[in-house]
């Protein structure tokens, strides 16, 4: 800091001019110093945001030196002080000068502050003079919607120097999210500044956040507290059972109850491994005493957890920051929900496709008396070997299927499970559900945290820890309700059905549910470590500091990065839909791959023609032709989701069935064996080339706007540009190609065996493409305004 | 948002190393010749990653009380945005950055710190701790040039011109750059050599200009300071250009509105004047600005609006009184151009002037004396104030104005008459006096 001493100079002039003063306050001795001295305009705004309205406290405060100032005009008559009527007057004036000011915009439109009240009072200041502050409380209504964007602007007083302080405060059932403001003060509304603190003052003019009444999107950020916690409203009011005065029987009960409660609605929010829970013991033939088990973990777990962090929080927070640990304990619990998972999804797969000798080789001895005709050209014996029987009629065996929910029939006496082994009861594993219980409670919850917190600076640390255990038993109860609920919820599917065909790949697709929820986790807590997903955000994260520092990041590294970047650009679910739906349609597992592959050669087709358009003929792409061009892909997954989807429905390949026994009329879809087709398959094999490089130039063309602004932003040089062009399309090959070959792994998996599975399968990625589709031509045409 | 903050202050802090080193680079760097002064170019406000990087340093503080490079760096910023704003709490933090910084190391292993203190000292008018401080970094680096510079600085602000020449001297035999190059200037500026200053500011601002990122205060201040130059020579185009250019730089620069409002008056026009006063004020309220605006306020026969600036300007040094501050001198100076509370005014200047012997201290004992009727005294003072050579018409005012009260006629008509021919509109209200002063001597 010493190149410092070169500019001090500046604080005295030469010549005839005299030197600025320096006003130099004695730390001691002011009973009310304001932030940046005698001479400031502070202002603080706190943005209440409820489901209807969002409120606005805005409050100055200025300094001796502008309240003298002020008081001049305030005092019309001129008698040396200012009457209540004057005050009156100049509030209201200054109230709504100061309303014109404040700029809101909802979802990007202005919205007109409408000014409730004002408040002035005069607060004495130092030197025997008088401070001025004046409060005003203004509010919009807001049309009720599920999720806004808010924007708000300070353009008062912009030269002044001052404390610039804003928060946010959601009203209960909103949630903010998103935010640059956090959501506490630490003014108290301008009444105490800091004083001790190496800290320079605030200066906060903008506060842009979302908030919704409904669920937050995965991967937003919390507000947060300027301590760095997330800040919500449980916490504070489980914090509040920890401060009461006096803990009385009743108190200490209502306490518990209370804690208990918040803890079953703590549960509720999203994160919880509810789905995971239900998941798994809808999958397993779990049991009561299963789902009370796996709440007795979730509560130690989570008791524990508690304690540790607590503990960690106090003794060794010089060390390892606390909200550091989130994230890791975010990822551990995910990667235990992927661990489960993934395990239960190869067994169960590996069950439901008969690898195991069970599904086929028990032989009936009985003859099936269908009541309708099959053309049994195709492959008959998987579809009726088993499942099927049981809803035709029987010659010399009885069924109980009806009322028999643990799929457990005997045929002439020996008794059998139609589930694959690995999904019957035996798979409820002790050990899977500790893990299970584990990962739901490993995460502590911030506000049971807090509760710990204050308990032991209170020293009411039995106290506390019965709370925490309350809260956590709440936790519990929730998660085993859920898993309960499921339990039944699947013996009450089974009834009327009856077919243990949906229930048997029930349990890989509740495994394959377990899975995506682990992945899940694993990435917000990702996200929350700091590892930044999204591709403009981090390029230019990275990038940033070579733009202002030529030469300090080699192009090797920069390359590197590119190639880093094409492969997490290419499994961006705008292009995992589109290749799914083609995936779908593909017979092997190697045309899958391939699939990918010509994806990504489109798609750096695109982004070279792109890349030399704008970098060497030095065009521009206008946000507009970017949108349309956003909008073609739109377009294109709509289609390639609608053909994929009537394609199933048409040409012979699948037909319905009716027939009826008993009671109940069914419909058996049959899809025939693709090698039916042979011309079918040439003309696929004609098309194969073509449609994924179109599709991936399409993709190409309308990422190329986005990519070429962080290009341009960050590379200097053309050619370097296009080289990283290059390796970012080389990693968008790779990475799509994998993606492709992992999306096509189900197809291919059910193809041969099952054909209603994959009947469902190709359904399900026809109609991921067509949602998308659909949804982002709302996006691009109604939220962000191409049809506007 | 976390995110976003965390990407943000690496950057930042990656910027700031390299700030560190380009500047760090600056005493090494030789200036070659006196190149030609650069076109004024608006230079972004930086303010948003210095702030991010003030947030880092505070946040790293609070992890770890000892981190002395951090309360250093700090220190170093807080300096800054007191240059830019006048923000006075900037100092006071600056300040507990610095003794902070010496406490976890003592200065003679933390050169950084006690640079920083040194800084903080003569920011806050407490030049003699400032020159012991400056002193002892000598003894330390005794080869680098920045301590001379600090040295240079406390010797020259206590009015110790000979002793501040020979630090200067010892400064530039160890290094050149914009630091040494303001310094030479402001110091020749004292000895009426006018024109070695001008080079000299342009020479620091093409210094300045050349370094990357370009310090946008350094810039503007050089421009001012070229502008100052050239008004007090009576240049006011050239003057109200270098402001223009100031502001061109840095927009919300305060000294160069208050400068420009000053230049706008001297060219007649009291309604732009007034503006922009008013606009320098709301940054910095600077009593000499108040003072200032009260003038141009009672000279457009606005006496109401008037009366109030001037009972600002007094409020002020009240709050400055309670608040401890030593520095009184415009608040003396205000009451003995406005013909009020001469006594007051005058034990103010005395109390100054036993800390500091500087020639505008001089200059204001020498002016409140008069005031207060002590003539002999006046006459004494203002000959101490004038023993550089300055070209200052003020000071030629006031030596004008004593020896006429003084009686001795021709003395007087030839520093009034030196002082309007140097700088005809050298101050609103006290410009027109002289010449009302110099027609009575005439009259016999």
């Known amino acids: 800091m010493i190149h410092r001493s070169t500019t001090l100079f500046h604080r005295r002039t030469a010549g005839a001019i005299l030197a600025a003063v320096i006003f130099i306050f004695a730390l001691a001795g002011v009973s009310f110093a304001h932030p940046l001295g005698n001479f400031t305009t502070n202002h603080f705004v706190r943005i209440r945001v409820a489901p209807e309205l969002v409120s606005l406290r805005f409050v100055v405060d200025m300094a001796e030196i502008p309240a003298v100032r002020e008081l001049q005009i305030i005092d019309t008559d001129g008698d040396g002080r200012p009457s209540d009527e004057e005050l009156t007057v100049y509030a209201n004036h200054a109230a709504s000068a100061f309303a014109e000011g404040l700029l809101l915009e909802i979802d990007g439109k202005p919205a007109r502050l409408q000014l409730v009240s004002s408040y002035i009072s005069l607060p004495p200041g130092a030197g025997g003079l008088q401070t001025l502050r004046i409060e005003c409380d203004l509010e919009v209504a ?12 300070d353009t008062n007083h912009r030269d002044r120097a001052g404390w610039r302080e804003m928060v946010v405060t959601p ?9 640059s403001v956090f959501g506490n003060s630490i003014t108290d509304e301008l009444k105490s500044y800091p004083e001790d603190l190496l800290a320079a003052p605030v200066n906060e003019r903008v506060a842009e956040f979302s908030f919704t009444s409904g669920n937050v999107p995965a991967g937003a950020n919390p507000l947060m507290t300027r301590e760095g916690r997330p800040s919500g409203q449980a916490r504070d009011r489980l914090a509040e059972l920890i401060a009461v005065p006096e803990i009385t029987p009743g108190i200490a009960l209502l306490g518990l109850l209370v804690a208990a409660a918040l803890g079953a609605l703590h549960a509720l929010s999203p994160g919880h491994g509810k789905t995971v829970v239900g998941a798994y013991l809808v999958g397993t033939r779990g049991t009561a005493r299963h ?255 070579p733009a202002a520092e030529p030469g300090a990041m080699s192009t090797a590294s920069v390359l590197s990065l590119g190639l880093f970047f094409g492969l997490k650009h290419a499994v961006e679910a705008d292009h995992v839909a589109a290749v799914t739906a083609i995936v779908s349609e593909k017979k092997s597992w190697l045309s899958s791959t391939l699939v990918g592959g010509l994806w990504g050669v489109g798609h750096t087709i695109s ?157 399900f990625a026809g109609a991921i493409s067509l949602g998308f589709g659909l949804f982002m031509v709302y996006e691009i045409g109604f939220v962000d305004g191409l049809f506007a | 948002m976390a995110i976003k903050i965390n990407r943000l202050l690496f950057v930042a802090v990656a910027l700031m190393i390299f700030t560190s080193y380009g500047c760090g680079a600056l005493f090494e760097s030789r200036a070659t010749g006196s190149p030609p002064v650069p076109p004024a170019a608006a230079i972004p406000s930086d303010s948003e990653s210095t702030q991010a990087v003030v947030r880092h340093l505070e946040e790293k503080i609070k992890l770890n009380s000892e981190d002395f490079v951090a309360y250093n760096k700090l220190a170093g910023y807080y300096l800054q945005f007191l240059r830019e704003t006048g923000n006075t709490s900037y100092l006071d933090l600056a300040s507990r950055a610095a003794r902070a910084s010496l406490d976890v190391l003592p200065a003679e292993q933390n050169t950084g710190g006690l640079a920083a203190l040194t800084q903080v000292e003569i920011a806050s008018h407490r030049f003699a701790d400032a020159r012991e401080h400056a002193r002892l970094l000598t003894e330390i680096e005794p080869r680098k040039s920045y301590p001379f510079e600090l040295l240079g600085d406390a010797l020259l602000e206590l009015g110790h011109y000979e002793e501040a020449s020979s630090a200067y001297s010892q400064m530039e035999q160890r290094g050149n750059g914009v630091g040494p190059q303001i310094r030479l200037a402001r110091l ?257």
């Not at chain 2, 007090?232 to 400068?259: I, M, P």
Request: charged fraction near 15%; charge should be neutral; include cysteine.
């Open chain 1, 607 to 763: 982004l070279i023609v792109a890349g030399v358009m704008v970098l060497v003929l030095k065009i521009e792409i206008s946000e507009k032709t970017a949108q349309v061009l956003e909008m073609g892909v739109a377009v294109m997954l709509i289609a390639l989701g609608a053909n994929a989807i009537s394609k199933l429905l048409r040409g012979g390949k699948i037909h319905l069935h009716a027939h009826k026994h008993g009671d109940h009329l069914h419909l058996h879809p049959h899809l025939h064996a693709p090698s039916e087709e042979p011309l079918a398959q040439t003309h696929h094999g004609l098309r194969l080339k073509a449609r994924p490089l179109l599709v991936g130039m399409v993709h190409g063309m309308a990422g190329s706007a986005a990519l070429m602004l962080i290009v341009l932003t960050t590379i200097q040089s053309a050619s370097v540009g296009l080289v990283y062009i290059t390796v970012f399309g080389i990693g968008s090959i790779g990475g799509m190609m994998a993606m492709s070959a992992l999306v096509g792994l189900p197809v291919q998996l059910t193809a041969k065996r099952f054909a209603r599975a994959n009947l469902a399968v190709r359904f």
């Open chain 1, 171 to 179: 009203a209960s059932g909103i949630t903010v999210f998103n935010s």
């Open chain 1, 291 to 545: 789902a009370a088990f796996l709440g007795l973990t979730v509560t130690i777990t989570h008791t524990l957890g508690v304690f540790a962090l607590g503990l960690v929080t106090l003794f060794a927070s010089q060390y390892i920051m606390p909200e550091r640990l989130f994230p890791i304990l975010g990822l551990i619990s995910g990667a235990l929900v992927l661990a489960i998972g993934v395990g239960l999804f190869v067994s169960r797969l590996r069950a439901a496709t008969g690898r195991s000798s069970h599904n086929h080789t028990h032989s009936h001895d009985h003859s099936h008396a269908h009541d309708h005709t099959h053309v049994y050209d195709h492959a008959h014996e998987h579809e009726h070997s088993h499942g099927e029987h049981s809803h035709h009629t029987h010659g010399d065996h009885s069924h109980h299927h009806h009322d028999d929910s643990a799929l457990v029939h005997s045929h002439g006496g020996r008794e059998h499970s139609h589930l694959p082994p690995g999904v019957d009861s035996s798979s409820v594993t002790w050990r899977s559900l500790l893990a299970l219980g584990i990962s739901g409670g490993l995460l502590p919850c911030p506000s049971a945290l807090v509760v710990m917190l204050s308990a032991i600076s209170l020293h009411r640390v039995g106290y506390g820890l019965v709370l925490v255990i309350a809260f956590s038993l709440g936790l519990a109860a929730t998660l085993t309700a859920v898993g309960l609920l499921f339990v039944y919820a699947r013996r009450l599917l089974a009834r009327p059905f009856g077919s243990n065909r949906l229930l048997r790949f029930l349990p890989a697709a509740s495994a394959l549910v377990i899975t995506c929820v682990g992945a899940v986790i694993c990435y917000e807590a990702l996200v929350q470590a700091g590892v930044t997903f999204t591709l403009p955000e981090g390029l230019l994260g990275m990038f940033a500091a």
């Open chain 2, 188 to 444: 020749a500026l004292m000895r009426g050599q006018t024109d070695v200053a001008r080079k000299g500011f342009e020479a620091a601002l093409a210094l300045a200009s050349a370094q990357t990122p370009a310090p946008r205060e350094t810039i503007a201040w050089c421009r001012w300071q070229l502008g100052e130059t050239a008004f007090s020579a009576g240049d006011y185009e050239t003057a109200e250009r270098h402001y223009q250019d100031a502001l061109t730089v840095f927009a919300d620069y305060y000294r160069a509105l208050a400068s420009l409002g000053r230049v706008r008056a001297a060219l007649g026009d009291l309604p732009g004047a007034i503006e922009n006063y008013q606009r320098a004020i709301n940054i910095f309220p600077d009593p000499a600005f108040v003072a200032a605006l009260g003038d141009l306020y009672s000279l457009t026969g606005r006496e109401k609006e008037s009366a109030a600036e001037y009972a600002l300007v007094e409020q002020i040094g009240r709050l400055n009184q309670s608040n401890g501050a030593l520095y009184s001198r415009q608040l003396a100076l205000f009451y003995a151009d406005h013909d009020i509370k001469p006594e007051e005014a005058y034990k103010m200047a005395v109390e100054e002037f036993k800390a500091r012997q500087d020639i505008y201290g001089a200059d204001a004992l020498a002016w409140t004396a008069l005031k207060a009727g002590r003539v002999a005294e006046a006459e004494r003072s203002i000959r101490d104030a004038l023993r550089l050579g300055t070209q200052d018409a003020k000071l030629f005012y006031h030596r004008g104005m004593i020896a006429r009260a003084a009686g001795r006629g021709q003395e007087a008509r030839d520093y009034l008459k030196r002082a309007l021919a140097l700088n005809p509109q050298f101050d609103p209200l006290q410009a027109s006096r002289a010449r009302r002063a110099l027609e009575d001597i005439g009259k016999p």
């Open chain 1, 142 to 153: 807001v049309i009720p919607a599920a999720t806004h964007r808010l924007r708000f602007e």
